[in-house]
């Protein structure tokens, strides 16, 4: 038990003075920051959620007793509640049908698991990706006017610093930045939050603690209802006012969770290629560095849940039934 809460107590602490190396304000603190959830996510897949809770809650009253509430609240909010409810969620499993008895003389055989599929984790993920963006939005107003305009103010008071000589282009820039962040910061939050689970998977499978059998990314798929969600999040974006902003954040994270898909539906169709891991290696960089291409990913994955791309693909690729006499 003491050193269950000793790992606990680690974790919390390496993940508290990642988040608070940001005010340092050196370039590697934002990294550091961003992997913040690891320690966490790791303590919460290796040793179970309730150690990832124990050294969430230590961190944030560390954090608030440092440097006050705000940053206790942000901690638990965007940090400690994702790291334990997606390691939680990595964990959980159900019997899969009825187990039939066993002779006496046989040893009990225990009975096949069915774990949380990947694709409802990456709707979780893209929902705390929301969720974490429209609260860091309501902190700096709760109407569309005061939080647009407190962006555009923070902007031009950065470029004003980097470039005292700036001109009328420089307000276009600026608006358009703050149409794009409110989009642009969960796609930001679901990619970070999805590089430290697979990180924290990967560090826990390599160390043998991982629970689970590896999962096969391939098949990762979201659940159908959340192509209605994103129909209802894209026709809320034109209403106006705070219900839009909320909406075009929801549509971002949920296009970011059908280009991770797509990407899935990348692998799964180059399977008969010879040259495939060029392929693949080459899509990869082109979306790292340019980001745009992205955009064919997202439509790879809507394509593949309205079509069933993946499956009629495995369909051809299976040998045709032997002929019957």
């Known amino acids: 038990m003491m050193a269950f809460g000793l790992i606990a107590l680690i974790a919390g602490a390496a993940s508290a003075l990642m988040f608070a190396s940001i005010i340092s304000g050196a370039l590697i603190s934002l990294v550091l920051f961003y992997l913040a959830p690891l320690p966490l996510m790791v303590a919460s897949i290796g040793w179970g959620p309730l150690c990832a809770s124990l050294g969430g809650i230590a961190a944030a009253l560390g954090l608030g007793a440092l440097f006050g509430l705000p940053y206790c609240i942000a901690f638990a909010l965007t940090v400690a509640l994702p790291a334990w409810w997606l390691g939680h969620l990595v964990l959980l499993s159900r019997p899969v049908g009825a187990a039939a008895p066993e002779p006496a003389a046989e040893p009990p055989t225990e009975p096949a698991l069915e774990w949380y599929p990947v ?33 555009r ?20 820039f600026v608006g358009a930045l703050v149409r794009i962040l409110p989009a642009g910061a969960p796609i930001v939050a679901m990619m970070t939050l999805t590089l430290n689970l697979w ?25 159908p209802m959340t192509l209605v969600a994103l129909c209802v999040a894209l026709a809320l974006c034109f209403t106006g006012g705070l219900l839009a902003i909320a909406a075009q954040i929801a549509t ?13 539906v990348l692998h799964t169709l180059t399977l008969a290629l010879k040259s495939r ?17 992205v955009i064919a990913m997202v439509i790879l994955g809507l394509a ?15 040998p045709p039934p032997l002929p019957t006499s």
Do not use: C, N
């Open 119 to 151: 694709g409802r984790i990456l709707l979780w993920i893209a929902g705390f990706a929301t969720l974490t963006t429209i609260a860091a939005l309501l902190t700096i107003g709760t109407d569309a006017e005061t939080i647009t305009g407190t962006l």
């Open 153 to 172: 103010r923070g902007l031009m008071r950065l470029l004003r610093a980097a470039d005292p000589q700036s001109s009328g282009e420089t307000d276009q």
């Open 199 to 223: 990180l924290s998977t990967k560090v826990t499978a390599t160390s043998g603690r991982l629970r689970r059998p590896w999962p096969d990314l391939m098949t990762a798929e979201l659940p």
């Open 252 to 264: 971002a994270a949920l296009m970011m969770g059908y280009a991770l898909t797509g990407f899935a």
């Open 277 to 293: 891991t060029f392929w693949l290696g080459s899509t990869y960089a082109v979306v790292v560095v340019f980001g745009w291409p």
């Open 304 to 318: 593949d849940a309205v079509f069933g791309l993946r499956e009629r693909f495995l369909r051809t690729r299976q």
